[in-house]
């Protein structure tokens, strides 16, 4: 790295909200100890990647990534961590690698690479500031705060409850000294993000250390960030009087609650804790408190033993319950699962037609829930400048995490919140079509009412 000017860290992630979030933590670290961060078009000496696991899909493209980042910077320094470095199953090739941290180790990846790779030591932090600029150089707006880690479940599919261990939560005042910094930033969102949201508050020493529910009281009466989201949450464990915090519009009213099958003799083999009738239940009760609730899910097709009528039985519940998005993994046996040993595999291309079919199905429903917004004026965070057949767009998503374009907006309205007036679905009709309202003097959300939040959680 050279001696007269600032090492330059190009940081990348595959896979969840919760990688993304250890980026941002990472980001922030290498910018307390001078370095800078290089943007994707940038040399880079120090390349940092989280690696995901998922599905033997995403280990591929994660050796995949690290081949193409070592072509690009053959003098660069790479640091390797995430699900597929933790995993001795999980073969990540001959790219050059030089140093692996294992999620076990992951929050002090950054001490450790300085140690091994000689990094400056560590300056004066100015937190506002670092929270910020780390997160806008990788071309952010949105940020992503890790709550708690792991998970005590064992899904028979799931390879992550072994890449990521035991549960632990973070303490709660460090939680809002975070987003306190990324808000006094000029960050206008924040996503609460973890392996298992609704087991928050397992692993703190306090007796009474709280729930998920106290963890988003907190938030709400202790910072002033103006939007909070939920990164995934099981459809358990979810706390009494949850729906109740959506009454606070800073509160997003999205949720993404991973279904994974609509079949329930498929969820049994899963081991899964929800089945569908409780699974629906959330759903309308989510849909009659909470105005303009919106949920996405995960699911996937072809585990084990799937049949042709447990397959339909999936496709009729996804299309009964109108979810905005999905997430679609055709199934992907993981060494070390149960699943992976459960006999009467699907085959390839069946696993792959059904996904292809569910595809189908849940552009129809995105479409579906797209089309109901037309004509609304609502908030949008923008998150930056895209393009497609029409030419230059904002992008950014509504309170319910719907997709907007916007035509003709500025360039200094990336991440602000703008008044936007929905038009009419997108050509491709994957998102909203939309102008900026400057006569709305407020876009179509409820007004705070008492929520109580004055009895949040105290920070000590």
Known sequence: MPADAAPRVYLETLGCRLNEAELEAWARQFRRRGCRIAGSDEPADLLVVNTCAV???????????????KRAHPDARLVVSGCAASLTDADLGDAGIDLVVDNADKDRLVDIAADALALPAPRTPSPDTDAAEALFARGRQRAFVKVQDGCRYQCTFCITTIARGAERSRPLAEIIAEIDAVAAAGVKEIVLTGVQLGGYGRGLPAADAPDLAGLIAAVLHHTEIPRVRLGSVEPWDLPAAFWRLFEDPRLMPHLHLPLQSGADSVLKRMARRCRTGAFAELVTA????????????DVIAGFPGETDAEWQQ????????GFSHLHIFPYSARAGTLAAD?????????????????????????????RAQVGRTLPVLIEGENR???????????PSYLPVRLRGA??????????????????????????????????????????GFANAPALS
Request: hydrophobic fraction near 45%; aromatic fraction near 4%.
């Open 286 to 297: 989510a849909r009659a408190t909470v105005p303009d609730f919106e949920v996405s899910t």
């Open 55 to 69: 599905t033997a899909e995403a280990v591929r493209k994660s050796r995949k990534l690290l081949r193409r980042l």
């Open 314 to 321: 999936t496709l009729d519940f996804v299309a009964a319950m």
């Open 388 to 398: 497609d057949a029409a030419g230059t767009y904002a992008a950014g998503f509504t």
């Open 410 to 451: 500025p360039s200094e309205a990336v991440g602000q919140i703008v008044a936007a007036r929905l038009l009419r679905l997108s050509d491709d009709a994957t998102a909203l079509e939309a102008r900026c309202d400057t006569a709305a003097a407020r876009a179509d959300r409820q007004e705070p009412t008492d929520t």
């Open 342 to 370: 459960m006999t009467d595999q699907v085959p390839e291309p069946v696993r792959r037609g059904r996904a292809r079919a569910l595809h189908a199905l849940g552009a129809e429903l995105k479409a579906t829930r797209l």
